[in-house]
């Protein structure tokens, strides 16, 4: 008997610390300036190893072919292809979600309250567009255009971290919503200006995918699995049609219900209800163990559905889209070749860069400002509590961050693989040095919030 309580105790401590080390690590894997600091390191490993001896395995492992078949049917691309026009379709997809839920219960629920953020990240846009055509006037420079008017939520809010919480909650708010109000304005972009050669067929293949999601929705299907086909379908139907394939992702998260669905029996009270009957069931000295099965598949239902589908799939796929998709696509792509001859640096080069790095460092911050200081000053908006012109400063800093979204479009932009590398230095350079100016002027902005004891310490 006492063996048994021992044994009994010892169990009890084992789960109890796995339980505290898985809690441990979910909330290390949601902390922010934690996955900024991944994207980082990986961007700085794909520099390094491409400006290394071993660049030559650099550029070989990303144009390795990955083969997909079903039977007599495949097909065969680049590691590289997979990764940007597949793996990042998961972090549309995370996109897609964000601005859905924003759309139902956040910044853009109403135009008032978008009015602000909005305004803030349509100057972000124009600005950083205005001075990169000043100075990259001819073509085929101009066509990067769209590649500083991204901001990259994961990189700035992670920067904004590392600055503590005393920083006004309100600014992290306005710079979530002006950051995914970009990503609207990119996904736009992309769709309007870099789909070449429209195919009719490719848009009627998304249609059918859309209409399989839309049905198993109407049918109450909730578990995620399910609609993998379909999703796949809407990727090849873009694909085809000639539209960027990973705005399949922006697609279907824009179809995630951020309501649970609808059950006779809400699934809160489906919980409490089976809870109590196995709670019961613990009395009978005679139990058949089968008997359990039904009550604990309803039980596992219930509680799935107690998250609406979007909050369900956006935790589920953060960590995963955090730490592998998005430090994945940094490592393929940031490592830019610097050595004298790979990067050709001539004028036209050197102007992209110039002009990206610029546009992002000093254009974005200048157009939210500008842009939030007219619809002030007009009283079509105000500034929320807590938030001064300081802090939409140290917002507009916080902006000029664009790395994957700015990366991804100069992919599209440009063909040219001088131009691209020019383009991806500029936002490397120009995303570095915006991060280093919020982190000096948010470190004064946080001083200045501080009390005077605090100060004198």
């Not at 021992?6 to 789960?15: H, V």
């Not at 997979?82 to 997809?93: A, P, Q």
């Not at 950051?179 to 789909?195: E, G, M, T």
């Not at 599209?412 to 995303?431: F, H, I, M, R, T």
Request: one cysteine or more.
């Amino acid at each position: 008997m006492m063996r048994h309580s021992a044994e009994d105790t010892i169990q009890t401590r084992s789960q109890s610390l796995a339980e505290r080390a898985t809690a441990t690590l979910d909330r290390f894997l949601h902390i922010e300036a934690l996955s900024g600091g991944v994207l980082v390191s990986a961007a700085l490993v794909a520099l390094i190893w491409a400006n290394s001896s071993l660049a030559s395995s650099y550029e070989a492992l990303w144009h390795l072919p990955l083969s997909m078949a079903l039977g007599t049917s495949g097909t065969s691309r680049s590691l590289h292809f997979w990764i940007n026009d597949g793996l990042m379709t998961i972090f549309f997809l995370v996109v897609g979600i964000e601005i859905r839920r924003e759309i139902h219960e956040g910044a853009l629920q109403s135009l008032r309250r978008a009015g602000l953020p909005v305004a803030a990240a349509i100057g972000g846009v124009v600005v950083p567009a205005l001075i990169f055509l000043g100075m990259n006037a001819a073509l085929p420079q101009r066509s990067g255009w769209a590649i500083p008017t991204a901001t990259d939520i994961a990189f700035a809010v992670g920067v904004l971290a590392l600055l503590g919480k005393r920083i006004p909650g309100n600014v992290r708010v306005i710079l979530l919503a002006l950051a995914i109000i970009d990503d609207v304005i990119a996904v736009l972009i992309i769709a309007l200006f870099y789909a070449d050669g429209l195919a009719l067929s490719g848009f009627m293949v998304t249609g059918a995918g859309i209409f399989l999601v839309l049905g198993f929705q109407r049918a109450g299907i909730g578990a995620a699995w399910v609609y993998v086909l379909p999703g796949a379908i809407v990727w090849w139907g873009l694909l085809v049609a000639g539209v960027h394939p990973t705005l399949a992702g922006v697609v279907l998260g824009l179809l995630t219900p951020v309501l649970s669905s609808g059950k006779a029996e809400p699934p809160e009270r489906t919980v409490s209800r089976i809870g109590e009957d196995l709670a019961a069931r613990e009395l009978d000295p005679v139990r058949d163990a089968a008997e359990l099965a039904g009550p604990v598949r309803q039980l596992g239902l219930a509680t799935r559905e107690i998250l609406p589908p979007a909050v369900r799939v956006q935790m589920a796929l953060h960590p995963w889209v955090a730490y592998g998709v998005m430090p994945l696509f940094a490592l393929a792509n940031a490592g830019v070749a610097l050595q004298a001859g790979a990067l050709n640096l001539t004028s036209a080069a050197f102007s992209v860069t110039a002009g990206v790095a610029l546009a992002l460092a000093l254009g974005k911050p200048v157009g939210v400002f500008l842009a939030v200081g007219v619809v002030t000053r007009l009283g079509w908006c105000q500034l929320p509590e807590g938030v001064t012109w300081r802090g939409m400063l140290l917002i507009g800093l916080l902006s000029g961050v664009g790395f994957t979204m700015s990366i991804f479009i100069a992919m599209l932009a440009y063909a040219d693989q001088a131009l691209l590398d020019a383009a991806k230095l500029g936002v490397l350079l120009g995303s570095v040095i915006a991060a280093t100016l919020a982190l000096g002027w948010g470190g004064m902005y946080r001083r200045r919030l501080a009390s005077p004891e605090e100060r004198n310490r």
